[in-house]
């Protein structure tokens, strides 16, 4: 029996073909010893997501993520979960070349985090899978309590505001 591996050079995997030949001696008397045979191999290459790792939304705001990669031809894949604070609006799986979910993180002072593993396919090979974090961050609300009352014309207001987000500015 024959057994062999051959690994593409880097030239013929850019090429995206290679065209291998098996040659065998027989004891036939030549020129019958030497038979031959070629086959061409089409080398699809393996996929890698190339748009951003990372983004900050805020809550209730579509995402709106366009997938891009190395091929610029791949079907896309992927599963979601929230991975810190509490968020919906994420769909746990999907496919295509967006990811359009509306997140709405649901703790009112500290951001969500939502974690996107995406696949590309291309011509049937399947690509690396790509990580994809967002931050979700809720939306300043802030109060105006003034400091007396009632505020009268010409003094000074003396208002204190707050918002349930920290460092808000």
């Avoid at 705001?61 to 994420?90: D, E, M």
């Avoid at 969500?112 to 590309?120: G, N, S």
């Amino acid at each position: 029996s024959l057994n062999t591996n051959y690994t593409p050079s880097a030239a013929e995997i850019a090429a995206g073909s290679v065209t291998l030949t098996l040659q065998a001696t027989t004891s036939l008397s030549a020129p019958c010893n030497i038979i031959g045979s070629n086959i061409t191999i089409t080398i699809t290459p393996i996929d890698n997501v190339t748009s951003t790792p990372a983004e900050t939304i805020c809550t209730g705001q579509p995402l709106n993520y366009a997938i891009t990669s190395t091929s610029g031809g791949a079907n896309f894949t992927w599963t979601a979960s929230v991975t810190s604070g509490t968020a919906t609006g994420v769909a746990a799986t999907g496919s295509g070349n967006t990811i359009n979910d509306i997140i709405t993180n649901t703790n009112a002072s500290t951001p969500a985090v939502v974690v996107y593993k995406i696949t590309p396919q291309n011509n049937s090979c399947t690509g690396n899978v790509f990580t994809l974090t967002i931050t979700v961050d809720p939306l300043p609300k802030i109060t105006a309590v003034p400091v007396s009352s009632p505020i009268c014309s010409n003094q000074p207001a003396a208002i204190t505001l707050t918002s349930n987000i920290a460092n808000t500015s």
